[in-house]
Structures are given as structure tokens and as C-alpha cells.
């Protein structure tokens, strides 16, 4: 019997926006993550391209050169060249498919210049073809100049990915073909590279090219696996930046005198400019944005209630079936308390979660999030953020967890940290369920203007969170030493608007969705099980209990071990209009914060019935006769959640992100004492004004 076929892999590079991860979704069938700017792919991405078994594909973050400083950058040069001491050259692709974009001929060709300098075999993929109209270049007259094949593709419409698909198979069994030189260092530079290529490991490939990348990219860098002789040699050439200047020189001469003519006409982008004119001035640009925002989280309170009623009834039916089915007694209690109402009363906010990614989903396809990035780099610099941190941070009203991951574009690693610790201030989806029951439950239902105050008061907490954010960085890069840096310059590429891809946004949110409801179905659903039998348990009543089947239920759960805990640490939450209840709710959002709901719930007996838990919140009284929570309460609970470090997935991934706990704790630590010391103030002089 014959051994398989041998798997060769093949690596697909390119620019950011240049359609890259949409045409490795073509070639294999996969469905990565698509983005409509810089930094969406932080990642390796494999799969087998559809019809060929034996070829692997793999997704290579994007870049705009391989001078590398930056981690994206690092992991596309590992791809490519294969620098990681684990790295073997078997494991080097034999092939490069460099993505170009046409309507940016020179700028998306010098990828492939470093490339073929390095020694890899290349394959040029001219994207936006369609875009490029008559602009776009001669493939022929492009493979020449190149020396390497050239395949025209619209990827998202399936155009010309077979003949690349046919391309890929063939160039990887011919012979490779002679690459020119494209232009010549000088006697100073050559005499560089001669000495930093006869210290290079003997497992990298020997080349000029890969020496000359260490002399430009070894020194103020972040890169791991750099051999300490290879650092010194570098460093006794005295390379300075000149070096890189005058390779970055020859390079652009070569392009302009060779590629730039190419292009038959210059690309037309009057409707890209026009619009520029407004959304990127300084004055209606945020006047537009704010509108967009508004819009956007005013329908996350509005749009979705229908769709919210709906997955209430439907876990009401389901809790009161099996009531029916399951015969009194504890496991009737788990299953319809614990589990069915604890996961119910978390999916109930779906909808909410579904418009958002899709919001943030058809902004980003249609190019309006890199305006909004370019738009807010004043003011992210007047915080010492950098420009390249807003894109990451709006994606943390979304999700924490992958905003943190999209922090890797950033070329300094305190540029990332500083990102890190104030994503998890922005308003994420797991406290909108949080959100949406204090404001529907505590405040009352009226109008401001035409408008909702329910939904303006949705708008101000996300507002509230932005602003914060920006001001804990302010604070921390002034206050935390390791933080203190020169701000670097701010560079990102404006894409021409497109026409949403709606397949492309549905992909997303699924994607995203499932890992919500996974999130759900493991680590909520545990923490509900394990709230819901702190609450249940001992099943004892006190000596003097009496009353009827209520009242025996109320003293029941307040003699449970819950409300012990929660009775425990009621003195230091009480001066923030908090009570034990509340308490246990706080305990129990540590682990994620969707389970305060659930944990409510469980709480009044409301199981996943939003409504009955709101009608609950709103009649519960205080011994004396008061109302236990008063909209202040409320408004100091919002900003407790709006403060405090509640999800262990966060700590995780930011411990992941920096490689030690130091981070992570500090997070935690920060986060917490400023929730702490913000709900006070809010309760506090609430009460003093008579609130």
C-alpha cells in the first residue's frame, strides 16, 4: 500500500484590506474572521484547499512589511521564513501567495519584493480587480516585471479562485523560477550584511535578504528568539536606521520606475473623497459619529424587546412542562430553577447581543470603523492611547476577549498593555442583560424630548464607559512606570467603502454568538449550579419560623448558605445602597457577569421570567416598609458593573496576552477598588441630594 502524499503548505500574506482572509475562506471553505480594517486577523488560520488534500493553507496575519518589530509582524515572518528555534525547514511553505491589491499596485508589490529578498517562492493573488475597473494592471506584464505568476481573483464572488486554486498546484511542482535583483546596496550596506549574515544560526536560511531584514529589525524590537550572538553582531555593525532607509529606497525606485506603470488610468475615488470630506472633518465627522452611536445602542433597547418576549415565553413553556413531567422535589428543583431557568435567563438577552455584532459587523464591512479610528486619534492621543487602541476597544463592546487579542497589531508592547488594561471598561454584551433588568425594573418608563429615558440612560452608560476608559488611560500612563513611553506616530490605510457583505456579517455573528453560547452552556451554567445550591441549601428553618408556603420559602432561602455569604459581606456593600441579595449576585458575576441575572433570578424564584423578576425587584421592601431599590440603587449598581473586572475569561487572556499574572492581578485590582469607590460616590451624594 502506498504512504500518503506528502502535505505541502502553502502560506497566503498580504496588506491588510487587501481581501486576504475572504479569499482563504475561498480557497478552503473556512469561515475565518473577515474584517474591513487593519487588525482583524491576529491569528494563523489553517485549512486544506477544496480539492486538494495534500495543500495547506495558512492564513498569515497581515502586514505591510517584514521589517519586523510588531507581534503580527513576528508571526507572519515565523510563517514565512520559519525563524522559531521549534522550526524545521520542512515545516518553511513552499509556496507564498501574496495578496495585491490593485487598486494600490506599488504599495501592495513591496510585500513581495521583501518576500522574494528573503528567499521564499511567490505567487501574486491581484485582488479588487472589480474596484480597479480599468485601472487595474496587465497580469502578464505584472507576472514579468514580478518574475512569478499572476492570478486575478475577486474572492468574495468566487472570480478566478479556480485558476488559482490550478495556479498554487502547479507552481508547487515546477522549478522555481530566477528572481533579479532589484536593486544594489551600497558598499557601506553590503559590508553590513556580509558580517550580520556570517553570525546567523545555521538553521535559517542563508540569504542576504534575511540578513539585511536583522540589521533593520533587531534593536528597538520586541522579538523573541533572537540569538544573542546574532544581537551582538548586529549591534557591532552599528546598524542604524539609514540602513533600512536606503533599502526601503531601492526598493521604491524599482516600483515606481517598474510597477506604477502598469496601472492604465489612475483609480478613480471621487465618491471615496467626497465622503471623506464629511466623515473625516473635524467637526461633522463627530457629529455623524455620535449619530451612529446613538442609533446603534439606542436600537439595542428598543428593537430587540419583541425578540426578548419571544425566548421569555419559550423558557416559561419549557420551565412549566417539566414541572409537569418532574415529580416534586429536589430534582425538579435543580432541573427548572438551577438549570433551565439560570440558562434562560441569560439567552433572554440574544437578541440584544445578535444586533450588536451584526451593527459592528456592517460598520466594519462598509469601511466606517477605520474613519472612525483616523477620527478619534486626537483624542486618543491627548490619552496617550495609541491611534491603532480605538479599533480594539470598540470591538470590546462586543466581546473583551478577542479586543484584547486584536491589541497584537500595535508595534509596542505598552502601547498593548495600556490598550489592555482599559478594554475591559468599555460596555461589553454580557452587561447588557445586567443593564437591561436595573433600567427596566428601577426606572421608570417615560419620554425626554421624543425620546426613551430608558434608552437614553442605555446610551449614557455606554458613553460613560468610553469615557472612562479614555481617562483610566490618561491616568495610568502618567501614574504606572512601566507604562511612561514616547507616543509613536499614528498610520492606518482608509479602505474605499464597499457594500456590506451580508454572508460575511451573518458568518461573524454566528461565530461570535456561538462562543456566547457556549460560554452560556459551560461556564454560566456552572456557576448557576452552583449558586442555585448555595441557595437552596441547608433546607433548614429557623426555630421561629412559620407563616405559609411564602413566607416558609422566604425564610428557607435566607437561612440557606448563599444568603449567610451574602449576609456576610452586607456591611461593606450596604453603603452602596446594595443588600445581601445583591450581594450573592455580585459573588456569582466574578466568574462572568451574565450570572447576576440568573443568580436574581434564583434569588426571587422568578426563573426566566424577566418580567416577574423585574415586577419583583420593583415590590421588594426593606423591613421598615421602604423600597429596597430605589433608582439610585440602581444607577450605583450600573456603575459598579460598569467598573469592576467580573469575568475570569478577561483575566485570563490578558495573563495569556503578557505572559504572567502581574498584569492580570493589577487589572483586577484597579478595576475593582475603582467600582468599589465609584458606586460609593454615586450613592452617597445621591442620598445627601435627597435622591
Known sequence: MSSPSPVQRVALCGNPNTGKTTLFNALTGAQARVGNYPGVTVDRRHGRMRGHDDIEIIDVPGTYSLTARSVDEQIALDVIVGLAPETTAADRPALLVICVDATQLARSTYLVLQAQELGARCLVALTMTDEAGDAAPDTAALARMLACP?????????????????????????????????????????????????????SWPASDGLALWALASIGDDELSHIPPALRAAVSATAADASDDDEAVLGRWRWLDANIAPLTERPLDRRFTDRLDRVLLHRGLGMIVFAGVMFVLFMSLFAWSDPAIAVVEKLFAWIGDLTRRVLPDGVIEDFVVDGVIAGVGSVLVFLPQILLLFFFLGLLEDLGYLARVAYLMDRIMRSMNLHGRAFVPMLSGFACAVPAIMATRTMERQRDRILTMLVIPLMTCSARLPVYTLVIAALFPSSTFGGLSTQSLLMVGMYAFSLITSLVAAWVLSRTVKSLKAK???????????????????????????????????????????????????????????????????????????????????????????????IGVGIIGAFAAREVFVATMGVIYGAGDDEASLRKRLQDEKKPDGSRAYSPLAGLSLMVFFALACQCMSTLAVVKRETGGYRWPLFLLGYMTVLAYAASLLVFQIGTLLGF
Open 150 to 202: 499572476v492570478v486575478p481573483v475577486v474572492a468574495r464572488i468566487g472570480k478566478g479562485v479556480d485558476a488559482l486554486r490550478t495556479a498554487i498546484a502547479s507552481a508547487l511542482v515546477t522549478p522555481p523560477p530566477a528572481v533579479p535583483a532589484r536593486w544594489k546596496p551600497s558598499p557601506a550596506l553590503a559590508d553590513k550584511i556580509a558580517k550580520v549574515r556570517a553570525a546567523m544560526p545555521a
Open 487 to 581: 507616543r509613536l506616530p499614528f498610520v492606518i490605510e482608509l479602505p474605499p467603502y464597499r457594500a456590506p457583505r451580508l454572508r460575511d456579517i451573518v458568518r461573524m455573528m454566528w461565530s461570535k454568538t456561538s462562543m456566547f453560547l457556549r460560554e452560556a452552556g459551560t461556564v454560566i451554567l456552572a456557576c448557576t449550579i452552583v449558586l442555585w445550591a448555595l441557595l437552596y441549601f441547608p433546607r433548614t428553618l429557623p426555630d421561629d419560623a412559620a407563616g405559609d408556603e411564602t413566607a416558609t420559602a422566604q425564610a428557607l432561602l435566607e437561612n440557606s448558605y448563599g444568603a449567610r455569604l451574602g449576609k456576610a459581606i452586607e456591611p461593606a456593600i450596604e453603603p452602596l445602597g446594595f443588600d445581601w441579595k
